[in-house]
């Protein structure tokens, strides 16, 4: 593996992130900036990772002045699932274990920081941000585009209900961007970071079919201000409904591979299963029955 000056190239993509982060540009910048982390922990060794990493630092800490602070928290913050997902890059792990890592390193530093923000200013943080999203709603005047029967309160307040969901959500989204970014750029430097199983292989448990059924039935059993078990509820459904969107992915794909359709097909008929959510019954029948057999030729 060659690296010769490559880990420069990186460290400035790197720097470039930090100093975007008091920009617009932070969106774009949230689900990029673990990538150059990555590439330059899986290709350099310890010391001259570290190295490279107190340079980029520095000089994001000086140029960017008093949002210096900031940019670097937030930099630590996606440093440590980066240094998970590279460990097990060159472990030479398959790559559904260093997306998990990265899943889970992510999602324990967002519960972490909840309950040490909790703690620490001795708040209640569901009531704070229910709060802040009702004043936000009110100033933007939003009540006209609210859905027929819904007030500013109900809106907030169903946010605070999934907000679990949301951060398993951007969790997971944080990993598979970057472990698709990532292996690209590892690429580039001879390093062949393992890939996910071919789509038309994606298959869930059988056994998701069951927990969802239980947890229809509970929706409609657990009365309303329920409180723990509510909670639980509001959230388990939309997860496992999205797990049953990637499962009628994987089934599209399988169905294109066996009838010989171009890729392109299959994304295609992936498309509006994120734009009309109830479609993921395709998926919790794939999961349910033995459904791709009858497509297969004998």
């Excluded at 190295?51 to 630590?76: E, K, Q, S």
């Excluded at 941000?129 to 029967?149: M, Y």
């Excluded at 059988?206 to 329920?226: D, H, K, Q, T």
Aim: hydrophobic content about 60%; aromatic content about 16%.
């Amino acid at each position: 593996m060659k690296i010769g000056w490559k880990p420069l190239i990186w460290s400035a993509a790197a720097l470039l992130l930090l100093l975007s982060i008091p920009t617009p540009f932070i969106v774009i910048t949230m689900f990029m900036i673990m990538t150059p982390f990555v590439v330059l922990f899986t290709t350099l060794s310890p010391a001259r990772f570290a190295a490279h990493v107190i340079a980029i630092a520095a000089a994001a800490f000086f140029l960017l002045g008093g949002y210096g602070p900031i940019a670097l928290t937030i930099g630590l913050f996606f440093l440590v699932p980066s240094l998970a997902m590279g460990l097990f890059y060159k472990k030479g792990s398959p790559a559904r274990t260093a997306i998990l890592a990265g899943f889970v390193v992510i999602l324990a530093q967002f519960l972490l920081e909840l309950v040490l923000f909790s703690v620490q200013f001795d708040i209640d943080l569901s009531a704070e941000l229910s709060g802040l999203l009702t004043t936000s709603l009110q100033q933007l005047g939003s009540d006209a585009l609210l859905p027929q029967g819904w007030t500013v309160d109900m809106l907030s307040e169903s946010f605070i209900t999934w907000l679990p969901t949301v951060i398993l959500f951007f969790a997971f989204l944080f990993a598979v961007i970057t472990h698709g970014l990532s292996r690209l750029a590892l690429r580039t430097a001879g390093f062949e970071a393992p890939a996910l199983p071919p789509a038309k292989t994606w298959r869930l448990p059988r056994s998701l079919v069951f927990y969802y059924l239980v947890a229809i039935i509970a929706s409609f059993v657990v009365p309303e201000n329920g409180g723990y078990w509510e909670v639980v509820i509001a959230n388990l459904l939309p997860i496992l409904q999205f797990a049953f969107i990637i499962q009628a992915i994987g089934f599209f794909f399988f169905l294109a591979d066996a009838k010989r359709w171009p890729s392109i097909a299959a994304v295609l008929l992936s498309v509006p299963l994120f734009l009309f959510p109830p479609l993921h019954l395709i998926g919790l029948i794939d999961a349910a029955y033995p459904l791709r057999r009858y497509f297969v030729k004998s």
